[in-house]
């Protein structure tokens, strides 16, 4: 009986064990990343006309309110970080520097660039990068026009662009 007894527990251990191995050779199901955070790089170009003649501003609202600031380079650069979802407005505004107004009208060609830039990345909620939602583009146009035409369009404010990033919660990227 003792040898029955000692059996069937054997038995029942081996079984057991078997069950453990058969556990461990199935494979883990792939953990699913969530978008959580976007983290975007955004420039502005200017050329070296531009920053000669004319006063170059960026206005940018983040999502924590808009800040000003005067473009003093050949670009101007920011990184923004945000929960998703969320939008990134980008505001260029040209006026003609004060005391330059005659030298510009007087300039045969002025050189301008609407060039502009992005690179962003998509995190899950431990900020670990999710492959395949990221991209980047740039675009650095340059093309000549009179200063008096240049002077025109800048008083009329037509050379201000407005740039409009917005990610949605599943960190699916609009421009406008």
Known sequence: MKK??????????????????????????????VPAIVSMMYHLDATDDMLQYLD????????????????????WEKTFAASLPATFTIKRRLRVKEGMHDALVAADTVHMTDGYGYAYQIFDSTATPIPGMNDSWSRAPISGASGARIAEHCEAGRLDKTYTLSFDINGHFTQM
Not at 4 to 30: I, W
Request: with cysteine; hydrophobic share 35%.
């Open 4 to 33: 029955v007894t000692l059996m069937l527990a054997l038995a029942a251990t081996l079984f057991a064990a078997c069950g453990k191995d058969d556990d461990n050779n199935t494979p883990a199901e792939p953990v699913q990343q």
């Open 56 to 75: 170059y501003t960026v206005i940018y609202d983040d999502g924590t309110g808009e800040r000003e600031e005067a473009v003093t380079s050949n670009r």
